[in-house]
């Protein structure tokens, strides 16, 4: 069975930088409160023309030139994002038409913030499987377009950034695998802790808004925040513990731990719970915001590039998103 692990990863921020003070001044929220609540201090905002597939780009360029590769050799490509371009057909088949690479096999999938872990399961899947050599997985997110300043949507409001993020998975090239473990969960009864509503079939016309979906705020976020903020702690350790125990290892045996940035008190809380090494957690929240599933990859590709996580180190991603879905990604890079 072919082993696999990640050749390259990349990512890409939009250069306009959105402080709390810019952001009191899109909604009734103070500069305190957002601190307080959340740890966030800064984040990006794309610009009115720009949408998920372009952001991507920069982001997969930088992964595949790091892989080695051109990006002819991708034979598979991987995008999750919240924020598509278009209600229809997935956001995948524009970024492949971007990236100018036709004919190869394209997949849309949609695991909000744990995009990234579903991602590298179904690539590790493709790869052992000898479906796909190359594999090329994006997470792209413009949330600053979804963003609702009323008093029912300002609670995830302050929280969200936008960027994009990608890795390349291949062949390992001394045969040791790199992807070493994935665990994947999902609970529906709490997908409507934290969703959006229209449009939807759910409500009888899956691709249009009417204006009373508008009106009544079906077309933003609707977050019960306590229960996400609970469930996000608890279903995130338990996710770092059974990562952990299922290969006998401790907080000395990783180089790194990168959480999903979903918010500084619940990533707080977390290492709390866990006990784990406050030096040894990725913590990149307060400059970027929550970019969903674009968290983990740009975490990732930052930590490589700072030497945080070095070659042959073992890594531990662990993501927790609306639906519920969470799951964590042991890597060896």
């Given at each position: 069975m072919p082993a696999s692990r990640i050749l390259g990863t990349g990512h890409y921020l939009p250069p306009r930088v959105v402080t709390n003070v810019d952001v009191t001044r899109m909604m009734d929220t103070t500069e305190e409160f957002i601190v307080t609540r959340t740890g966030v201090l800064r984040r990006r905002h794309a610009e009115p023309h720009e949408c998920a597939s372009g952001l991507a780009v920069p982001a997969c360029q930088a992964a595949?030139?790091?892989a080695g590769l051109g990006m002819s050799d991708i034979?598979?490509?991987?995008l999750n994002t919240i924020t598509p371009d278009h209600a229809d057909p997935g956001t995948a088949f524009f970024l492949q038409a971007r990236l100018g690479i036709p004919g190869i096999a394209v997949l849309d999938i949609k695991q909000q913030c744990a995009g990234l872990v579903y991602g590298l399961a179904v690539a590790d899947s493709f790869a052992k499987a000898g479906a796909a050599r190359h594999i090329l997985i994006a997470c792209s997110e413009v949330l600053s377009k979804r963003i609702d300043g009323?008093?029912?949507?300002?609670?995830?409001?302050?929280l969200l950034?936008?960027?994009a993020g990608a890795v390349v998975v291949g062949p390992a090239p001394d045969s040791q695998p790199g992807i070493l473990f994935t665990a994947l969960h999902a609970d529906g009864?709490?997908?409507?802790?934290?969703y959006t509503a229209a449009p939807g079939s759910a409500l009888g016309r899956p691709n249009c808004i009417h204006?009373?979906?508008?009106?009544?705020?079906r077309v933003h976020f609707r977050m019960d925040g306590k229960a996400v903020f609970e469930n996000g702690v608890a279903r995130m350790s338990e996710a770092i513990v059974?990562?952990?125990?299922?290969?006998?290892?401790?907080?000395?045996d990783l180089a790194l731990l990168i959480p999903h940035q979903a918010n500084l008190r619940m990533l707080e809380e977390i290492v709390r719970k866990v006990g784990a090494p406050p030096e040894k957690v990725f913590v990149n929240v307060e400059e970027y915001g929550n970019m969903a599933s674009a968290c983990l990859p740009v975490a990732?590709?930052?930590?490589?590039?700072?030497?945080?996580?070095?070659?042959g180190g073992l890594v531990l991603l662990v993501a927790f998103g609306s639906g519920f879905v969470w799951g964590s990604a042991l890597l060896r890079l």
């Open positions: 595949v030139a790091d034979d598979l490509l991987i009323s008093y029912d949507g300002r609670n995830i409001a302050i950034g936008d960027g009864a709490g997908a409507k802790a934290l204006a009373d979906d508008i009106a009544a705020g059974e990562a952990l125990e299922t290969h006998g290892l401790t907080f000395d990732l590709d930052q930590a490589r590039r700072q030497g945080r996580a070095p070659k």
